[in-house]
C-alpha cells in the first residue's frame, strides 16, 4: 500500500510527464454546453448528437484498446468511452497521465450500450485539474465523523447525502434571505 506522500509524488511526475508531451496542463478555458442530468432525462433528444461537458473522473476501467470511465459534475454521473479508434494513438496513449478524481472536459457522442446505459462516445478531452491526492474509498467512503467534519469537501464530493443536505439548506437560507 503506498502512502499519500507517495502517491502524491507518482501524480505529480505524471503531471510533469504530461507536461513534457506539449500538453497545456493548466488551460485556461473550456467550453462546454452541456449538463450531465439533462443528457441522462432526455436521452431521445441528445442521442447520436455531439455534446460537450465536463466533470471529475470517479472511476476507470481499461479493456486493451478501450477505456470506460465515469464522469462526474454537479447534476450527475455519465459513463464515458474511449476508444483507440476514435482518439488515435498518441492522444488515447495520454490517457495513461489521468487518475481517478482528476478533472477533464469531453467532447463526444452520446449513445446507448448493449446494457443500456447511456454513455458518451469521447471524441476529444482535455485535461483541467490535476488531482494530486487520491479519493476517498470508493466502497468504505469516509468512515470518521471527525474527517468528515474537518475535510468537507471531501465529503460533498464523494457523499450523495451530504450533496443533497448541502443542497436542501442552501435553499432554505436562500429562501429565507428572500
Not at 505524471?14 to 496542463?25: P, S, Y
Not at 478555458?29 to 461537458?53: A, G
Not at 494513438?89 to 450500450?113: A, H, P, Q, R
Request: glycine content about 6%; hydrophobic content about 35%; charged content about 30%.
Amino acid at each position: 500500500m503506498s502512502t499519500i506522500d507517495e502517491i502524491y509524488q507518482f501524480r505529480l511526475q505524471k503531471l510533469q510527464d504530461l507536461k513534457a508531451t506539449g500538453v497545456d496542463v493548466y488551460p485556461t478555458k473550456f467550453q462546454h454546453d452541456n449538463s450531465i442530468k439533462p443528457i441522462l432525462d432526455n436521452f431521445s433528444n441528445f442521442e447520436n448528437i455531439s455534446v460537450s461537458t465536463a466533470g471529475r473522473l470517479m472511476s476507470w476501467r481499461e479493456h486493451g484498446k478501450s477505456t470506460f470511465a465515469n464522469l462526474q459534475d454537479e447534476t450527475g454521473k455519465i459513463q464515458i468511452y474511449f476508444k483507440v479508434d476514435e482518439l488515435g494513438e498518441e492522444v488515447f496513449g495520454n490517457l495513461k497521465y489521468l487518475d481517478v478524481g482528476d478533472i477533464i472536459g469531453i467532447s463526444g457522442i452520446v449513445f446507448k450500450t448493449h446494457r443500456g446505459e447511456v454513455t458518451i462516445l469521447v471524441k476529444s478531452w482535455t485535461l483541467l485539474t490535476k488531482s494530486l491526492r487520491p479519493l476517498p474509498d470508493k466502497w468504505e467512503g469516509l468512515q470518521d465523523k471527525e474527517l468528515r467534519l474537518r475535510k468537507r469537501y471531501l465529503d460533498l464530493l464523494v457523499n450523495p447525502d451530504a450533496q443533497r443536505i448541502f443542497k436542501i439548506r442552501h435553499d432554505l437560507v436562500r429562501g429565507i434571505r428572500q
